[in-house]
């Protein structure tokens, strides 16, 4: 059987919303770094996640994930997951409540309605994973009718100023270096296949000599699993590779179409208008939307005619990890 929940928490790490067809959408909502007043505290950046039970549309991001990992065909592995779904509907009505490990628990009310409440150690937060929380450390304040500085003994540690200034200073600076390290993307190669719009569960490398193929694997009923991911190696991904790959046809832009097929995902508009320049003879454009830049190479009413053209085999080759965006 398929480990169907596996690409779910996988999926959740990545995507800010991973949709499980016909039951609702996992939405990953991030909050900065900030101060809670309430604590004190230096609270460090986070992403809480929320369930929606509205939104259960397909748009096949678990069905490709399975077919990319479990080299299957796709009609499988959206059966899998439709049979997966029915799995958690019959233990709701059966036990009342469903846990989906290291996301969070499912409960069905009286009145069948689904509760969501997400897990403490949430596997969406692994990108934060080892960022506690710091205390703020008051700073002295002078006396606006007298200018002498007013220092409550009893709160504050009998520290001069300037060792508290560049204690809490040096507290900032670290957990800054610690965002940027960990939220800084470890490669922005060029090379084909880096950005794309979701990072496949296998990663080929291709050279001149073999065809190398590496896998990771998720153990979500273990609560210390880890997330071993394999990022491409773009020296070994030769000008010779990506100038023998065929130019594919894509749809031209149709005003009034709600689906799009998107082959990049990226943050500014410049990567954007980059990688369109790099794939000048693929025909791409842009999709602007909740502060992403998403190229698409189709779009159409549906999903299916949005993507129809995956059935051709040089193009899915090309693109793997393409999945479909519905505009609102």
Wanted: hydrophobic share 40%; net charge negative.
């Amino acid at each position: 059987m398929i480990p169907v929940a596996n690409h779910i928490q996988y999926l959740i790490t990545q995507h800010d919303c991973v949709i499980i067809p016909g039951f609702g959408a996992l939405i990953a909502h991030y909050r900065s770094a900030h101060i809670d007043p309430a604590t004190d505290m230096f609270c460090p950046p986070s992403r809480a996640v929320v369930f929606n039970p509205a939104i259960d549309h397909d748009d096949a991001l678990i069905a490709s994930s399975i077919s990319r990992l479990d080299k299957v065909p796709y009609e499988s592995a959206v059966r899998s997951v439709s049979d997966y779904v029915v799995a958690i509907r019959r233990q709701l009505e059966a036990e009342r409540c469903f846990n989906l490990a290291r996301i969070g628990m499912f409960r069905l009310t009286d009145d069948n309605r689904i509760l969501f409440d997400p897990a403490d150690d949430s596997i969406a937060n692994a990108r934060y994973f080892g960022l506690q929380q710091l205390p703020v450390v008051p700073l002295a304040t002078n006396d606006p009718h007298t200018g002498n500085e007013l220092q409550d003994d009893s709160t504050l540690p009998h520290v001069s100023l300037g060792r508290r200034v560049i204690r809490v200073a040096a507290s900032v600076a670290i957990l800054v270096a610690l965002g940027l390290t960990l939220s800084t993307p470890i490669s922005q190669s060029t090379a084909e296949g880096i950005d794309l719009a979701a990072i496949g569960l296998t990663a080929k490398r291709v050279s001149n000599d073999d065809t190398a193929e590496k896998t990771f694997e998720i153990q979500p009923d273990r609560q210390d699993a880890l997330l071993l991911l394999d990022i491409p190696d773009p020296a070994v991904a030769t000008a010779d590779v990506i100038q023998s790959r065929k130019q594919t046809a894509v749809a031209p832009e149709v005003t009034g179409h709600k689906y799009f097929l998107i082959v990049a995902s990226l943050e500014s508009k410049a990567k954007a208008d980059q990688y369109l320049k790099r794939h000048a003879s693929e025909n791409y454009r842009i999709i602007e939307g909740q502060g992403r830049y998403r190229i698409y190479a189709a779009s159409g009413n549906s999903i299916a005619e949005a993507s129809a053209i995956m059935n051709d085999s040089d193009f899915r080759n090309a693109h793997p990890d393409a999945w479909v965006h519905r505009v609102r």
